[in-house]
């Protein structure tokens, strides 16, 4: 489907509600029944009938089939998180005894949830460099279920090679998971691929305007209803109908966002790139990239993303840099309005934060928003100066 007609159309039933061009939010808990009937045809299925707003909503629904024809999938559930919709997809497919395989730094929960939480409940795990697929099927063993990828990864952008994951997943019967928060729906589709379930912290790109915590699981109908009659239902990790209907808003100029941070980032990153002072730049599209052609092959461009290593001598050169910088906030998060700079030196010697990246104190990570790309230069030229 057109991805116009997606953004701005699909699911928008405009005859049920005033032929109001922006839907109604159905702020309500429950629904009644005319006839008892009416009832019984609803609860033979909860999934798409609304009786309850934990099961559905009808706002929440406009959002749920928008988000499955973005990501080519069958169907769709929206969480209250990213890592609700990580947590669910991932225990949705184990159980005691059971063994995944994730890649290499992924996301900080998504690491707790298997190194802390599924350890409790007797899933092991086993992690793997993502960009090597001989490691990978190395590491599958007769237990194992799950693939669970991350690509980019979120600060160094590591990719795994999609098409060739799914055929290990397939080959060995193991489900594939990704976190497609990198990416969004825009500029990669792993269905398309042959992954089975993709995830999206819809708090970054999707929402794209830094008031909403919100994330997505699309799927086929059959991986999509076995998740909402467990997980979803059951630890009902669910989306309010007002914060759904702020994603709807956010994901009509979802295309135009996407545009606005490549287009800005790709202008920053040329001016980085001949800085003396940046010792290299991290991004999938960049030529020194060492996974540039898969980057190419696997996706149709890069948001407002990337890292620099900067050219510095000690922790101190980095924090006056950052320090320097007025533009750009320091923040966690990405994906909204305005540009980001992460210091990985905050993190350094942190417990628990002991990726290869966070330990690399000269990584500085930045989040290229919708501000003049001059403008945010500017602010880098007199950050430089100061070193
Ligand atoms: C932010 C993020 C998450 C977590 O999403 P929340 O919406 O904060 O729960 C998961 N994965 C990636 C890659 C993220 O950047």
């Keep these: 489907m057109n991805l116009s007609e997606i953004l701005t159309h699909l699911g928008e039933d405009r005859q049920h509600y005033f032929n109001a061009v922006s839907p109604p939010i159905i702020q ?73 395989i994730c890649v290499e730094s992924p996301y900080s929960w998504t690491h707790k949830l298997l190194t802390v939480f599924l350890k409790r409940f007797g899933v092991s795990h086993s992690f793997v460099d993502g960009t090597d697929l001989k490691a990978i099927e190395g590491a599958i063993q007769d237990n194992t279920k799950v693939l669970y990828l991350e690509s980019p990864t979120s600060a160094t952008f590591k990719l795994q090679d999609l098409e ?36 999206h912290s819809a708090t970054k790109y999707l929402n794209g305007h830094s008031d909403v915590v919100v994330g997505v699981l699309a799927s086929s109908k059959h991986i999509v209803r076995q998740v909402f009659e467990g997980e979803f239902m059951t630890l009902g990790g669910i989306i309010s109908p007002q914060s759904a209907s702020l994603v709807i808003r956010g994901l009509r100029t979802l295309e135009l966002r996407m545009e606005r941070s490549n287009t800005s980032a790709q202008k920053i990153i040329a001016y980085l790139e001949q800085h003396p002072k940046v010792a290299e730049i991290i991004h999938p599209f960049h030529p020194s990239f060492p996974q540039y052609e898969l980057a190419k092959r696997q996706m149709r461009g890069a948001g407002g993303l990337f890292s620099i290593i900067l050219r510095a001598d000690n922790v101190e050169q980095v924090e006056i840099f950052f320090r320097r910088l007025k533009r750009f906030l320091l923040a966690v998060s990405w994906g909204g309005h305005e540009s980001l700079v992460l210091p990985f030196c905050a993190f350094h010697g942190l417990e628990g934060k002991e990726s290869e990246s966070t330990t690399n104190w000269r990584l500085v990570r930045f989040y290229i928003g919708w501000e003049d790309a001059d403008w945010l230069i500017a602010d880098l030229e007199s950050a430089f100066d100061a070193l």
């Design 28 to 100: 309500t808990s429950n629904f009644v029944f005319d006839t008892l009937d009416d009832f019984r045809r609803a609860i033979k299925d909860e999934m798409n009938s609304s009786i309850y707003t934990r099961g559905n909503n009808p706002t929440v629904s406009i959002l749920r089939k928008k988000i499955a024809a973005l990501e080519h999938a069958e169907d769709a559930l929206i969480f209250g998180s990213g890592v609700a919709a990580i947590s669910a997809a991932v225990i949705s497919q184990v159980q005691t005894g059971d063994h995944i």
């Design 164 to 199: 060739a994951c799914a055929a290990i997943a397939k080959k060995h019967d193991l489900i594939s998971i990704i976190d497609n928060s990198y990416s969004s729906p825009i500029y990669q589709n792993p269905i398309d691929f042959g992954i089975d379930i993709v995830v």
